[in-house]
Structures are given as structure tokens and as C-alpha cells.
């Protein structure tokens, strides 16, 4: 299935990725003293709309930094590096790890993880085709190289507020900020994990 569409088209959709905007981020220490209060502000490169296009109005929408695939997922799970789509949608536990790593394992857990079925895996987080966009970087480990990479992750802990003139409902993107465009199938992807995410039961049992 393709991952983008091609060419995409003018409007901002849900999963589209745009460039030209900054990233805020509020730290608060002290919940009583409205002195000890950090703002510090960013400019990644590329951003994900994280906003049904319906719901984008009133000159706002969300946002999601568009980062490096964290090291942790390529180091523990090796066999994710030449098929990284696999964590977006529900597959089988066993299939992220090499036959040496699950052979290395105590027989109850090979038992275990032969026994699971398809489940999402990394469940904050929705990684990005390379699109000719996105610079290349390394994965090392004990400074070797393990992978090179052109993909891109969502974050959904990461998602943020942006308030814009330049953004209207079923208005055209200002030029230059959309550069690419999710195919209807992996906005699904897209929609279907970030609403498993928000809408998952903790381990209590309780939303």
C-alpha cells in the first residue's frame, strides 16, 4: 500500500506533513509559585497535523514534532528495521525480534511470545515512509552503525495546540507548509492507533 499520496492535495488533512512552524514546551518544578515557569521553544523541521480536517477551524489546529525513530525500538527489536510500517499497525510480538534473540530467551518466555497474537507495539507512536524530505541519520550502538534511516515518528505525548490566521477550514494550506499527504489507507493506520492510544483501558481497568 502506498504511503503518501501523490501529488497531494491543497487542503490540510489529518496525518499531512507541514514545515514552518515551532514546537513550545512548558516546564513547570513548582506547582505553587507561578514564578518557576520555562518556556523553551523549538523549530523541528517537519510536523505531522494531528486534526481531523473537519475539525480544523477557528484559526487552529494540533501538532506533532515529526522526529528521529527512537534508538530503543531499532536495538531491541532488530528484525523492525527493514519493515518500521509494522509499528503502526497491530503484528505479531515474536516478528520484532531475530531467531538468535527469542533462541537466548528462558523457554517460558519463547513460550510466551509464541503464544501472543497481533498487538500494537510502541503504542505512543506512528513512524513515517522516508519521503525525499527527511535527511538521512544514523542508529549506532557501541558506535557501530546498525541502521540508516530516512524515517520520521509521531509522538502522541508530543501533540500541541497551534493557534494561526493563516489556517482556515477547507481552505488551502499556506504555500510552502504542506509538503506531503497520507493515502486514505494510512490515515486509517494513522486514526486507528492514535484512537486505540487515547482510548485504551489502564491496567486498572479504568479509562
Same mark, same amino acid.
Given at each position: 500500500?502506498?504511503?503518501?499520496?501523490?501529488?497531494?492535495?491543497?487542503?490540510?488533512?489529518?496525518?499531512?506533513?507541514?514545515?514552518?512552524?515551532?514546537?513550545?514546551?512548558?516546564?513547570?518544578?513548582?506547582?505553587?509559585?507561578?514564578?518557576?515557569?520555562?518556556?523553551?521553544?523549538?523549530?523541528?523541521?517537519?510536523?505531522?497535523?494531528?486534526?481531523?480536517?473537519?475539525?480544523?477551524? =477557528?484559526?487552529?489546529?494540533?501538532?506533532?514534532?515529526?522526529?528521529?525513530?527512537?534508538?530503543?525500538?531499532?536495538?531491541?527489536?532488530?528484525?523492525?528495521?527493514?519493515?518500521?510500517?509494522?509499528?503502526?499497525?497491530?503484528?505479531?510480538?515474536?516478528?520484532?525480534?531475530?531467531?538468535? &534473540?527469542? !533462541?537466548?530467551?528462558?523457554?517460558?518466555?519463547?513460550?510466551?511470545?509464541?503464544?501472543?497474537?497481533?498487538?500494537?507495539?510502541?503504542?505512543?507512536?506512528?513512524?513515517?515512509?522516508?519521503?525525499?524530505?527527511?535527511?538521512?541519520? !544514523?542508529?549506532?550502538?557501541?558506535?557501530?552503525?546498525?541502521?540508516?534511516?530516512?524515517?520520521?515518528?509521531?509522538? =502522541?505525548?508530543?501533540?500541541?495546540?497551534?493557534?494561526?490566521?493563516?489556517? !482556515?477550514?477547507?481552505?488551502?494550506?499556506?504555500?510552502?507548509?504542506?509538503?506531503?499527504?497520507?493515502?486514505?489507507?494510512?490515515?486509517? &493506520?494513522?486514526?486507528?492507533?492514535?484512537?486505540?492510544?487515547?482510548?485504551?483501558?489502564?491496567?486498572?481497568?479504568?479509562?
Amino acid at each position: 500500500m502506498p504511503f503518501y499520496l501523490d501529488p497531494p492535495t491543497k487542503e490540510l488533512r489529518f496525518g499531512d506533513v507541514v514545515t514552518g512552524f515551532q514546537h513550545p514546551t512548558v516546564r513547570i518544578d513548582t506547582l505553587d509559585s507561578a514564578v518557576d515557569l520555562k518556556i523553551s521553544v523549538t523549530r523541528p523541521q517537519f510536523f505531522a497535523v494531528m486534526t481531523p480536517c473537519c475539525d480544523i477551524e =477557528f484559526n487552529s489546529f494540533s501538532l506533532a514534532p515529526l522526529i528521529q525513530v527512537r534508538d530503543a525500538i531499532l536495538l531491541k527489536h532488530p528484525r523492525l528495521h527493514s519493515n518500521l510500517a509494522l509499528i503502526n499497525v497491530p503484528f505479531l510480538p515474536r516478528d520484532g525480534f531475530t531467531d538468535e &534473540q527469542i !533462541e537466548k530467551m528462558e523457554p517460558a518466555k519463547q513460550a510466551e511470545l509464541r503464544s501472543q497474537g497481533p498487538q500494537y507495539i510502541y503504542l505512543d507512536c506512528f513512524v513515517y515512509d522516508p519521503n525525499g524530505l527527511f535527511p538521512a541519520y !544514523e542508529v549506532k550502538r557501541n558506535k557501530q552503525t546498525i541502521a540508516n534511516l530516512q524515517h520520521r515518528m509521531v509522538d =502522541f505525548k508530543s501533540i500541541f495546540r497551534v493557534e494561526s490566521a493563516l489556517i !482556515e477550514r477547507e481552505q488551502q494550506a499556506p504555500t510552502g507548509v504542506k509538503v506531503s499527504e497520507l493515502t486514505v489507507g494510512t490515515r486509517s &493506520q494513522l486514526r486507528d492507533k492514535l484512537t486505540f492510544y487515547f482510548g485504551r483501558n489502564t491496567d486498572e481497568g479504568q479509562g
